[in-house]
């Protein structure tokens, strides 16, 4: 027979194992606030992630078109970042994993992947979608408002105008009348 703390001994032992076995296969957490974002042309968008893992994970960004993957960045959090030439001066990488792109195209539209490596080697992907919308007569609305305005103002002085002129009329027409004698007696001449 056993001692009773050699059983629990063991079972310790077992429990710990399946501790350590399920948090290793769940070493990297990657969460996101939404799986696509979408911004104008020469706008930003947000890439926002939250990263949990044991020690310290290499955070790498790719972009994956029909043409094929490119590279944007790659980092150890904390360090600095390591930007590709294509995507200088538009990039920000920020403490927690997430990405920045500035000064949009319409290229920039499609699949957005980042790729998280522990230090033992295992990684996990996690992939987000980016719409670039293009902003066609922004001004439209204020445009509209300015012609109504215009036309209203000037039906308004055409309006005006009218008036003035058959006041003009008026006044022209009373003074000729004023000017003129009532009565005025002419004289026959006979034939």
Same mark, same amino acid.
């Given at each position: 027979m056993r001692p009773a703390w050699r059983? @629990?001994?063991?079972?310790?032992h077992i429990l710990y194992l399946i501790f350590c076995l399920c948090h290793h296969t769940q070493a990297i957490t990657i969460q996101v606030s939404g799986n696509s974002v979408t911004a104008p042309v020469q706008g930003s968008a947000l890439f926002s992630v939250d990263i949990?893992? %044991?020690? *310290?994970? *290499?955070?790498?960004?790719?972009?994956? #078109?029909? #043409?094929?993957?490119q590279r944007i960045a790659a980092w150890v959090l904390g360090g600095s970042a390591n930007v590709t030439q294509m995507y200088e001066g538009r990039v920000q990488t920020h403490p927690n994993g997430s990405l920045t792109i500035s000064s949009l195209r319409l290229q920039d539209s499609g699949y957005y992947i980042i790729t998280v490596t522990d230090m033992s080697g295992n990684s996990k992907d996690m992939g987000l979608v980016l719409s670039v919308t293009e902003v066609l007569h922004e001004d439209v609305p204020f445009l509209v408002v300015f012609? %109504?305005? @215009?036309? *209203? @103002?000037?039906a308004f002085l055409m309006l005006c105008v009218w008036l003035l002129n058959k006041l003009y009329r008026f006044i022209k027409a009373w003074i000729q009348r004023r000017c003129l004698p009532e009565h005025t007696e002419t004289e026959l001449q006979p034939l």
């Open positions: 059983c @629990l001994s063991q079972n310790a949990a893992c %044991i020690g *310290t994970p *290499t955070v790498r960004w790719t972009f994956s #078109s029909v #043409s094929g993957q012609v %109504i305005v @215009l036309a *209203t @103002l000037a």
